[in-house]
């Protein structure tokens, strides 16, 4: 048991960005049933998560599970306030959203989204969508930065 839980290890915190409990209980629940065992940290919102990040709360390397729908910063207002920050402009970030907009999906890729995941899909392809978001942490190395 031991062995299984060091494999589906790799240290990088996974930092959830979205208002919505149900949607994040169940990334939650799917990362729990994959056996993975990163920190998970949550924020609100775009705001809740900037203060989050500029204060070091989240661990380093991290990376943002991010909705757009959100209120007070949504998610393409963070995106933005993120990438114009030179500390925190290398984070990777995956929109996991119920937007379907072409607009949308343009602004999130002009700011460097690793990838656009409709949250309608995750309904029946969910630990599908985990598991692809758990592989890319595990080829790729993260930014690291200095806190």
């Known amino acids: 048991m031991q062995i299984l839980q060091k494999q589906n290890y790799k240290e990088a915190t996974l930092f959830i960005v979205d208002d919505d409990d149900i949607d994040a209980i169940a990334l939650e629940r799917a990362l729990r049933k994959l056996r993975l065992l990163n920190t998970v940290i949550r924020a609100r919102d775009g ?8 204060a070091g709360k989240v661990s380093s390397p991290y ?4 909705d757009l729908n959100m209120p007070r910063m949504n998610g393409l207002e963070f995106l933005e306030s993120l990438r ?6 290398h984070a990777v970030v995956f929109v996991l959203t119920t937007s379907k907009s072409d607009e949308d999906l343009v ?25 692809l ?12 930065t200095k806190e």
């Open 133 to 144: 978001i758990e592989h890319y942490w595990r080829l790729v190395e993260l930014p690291i």
């Open 63 to 66: 990376m943002i599970l991010l």
């Open 84 to 89: 114009t920050d030179p500390l925190l402009t």
């Open 107 to 131: 602004a999130a890729y002009r700011q460097h989204v690793a990838g656009y995941v409709f949250k309608q899909h995750m309904d029946r392809d969910f630990l599908e969508v985990v598991g």
């Open 47 to 54: 705001r809740e998560a900037l203060d989050l990040l500029r």
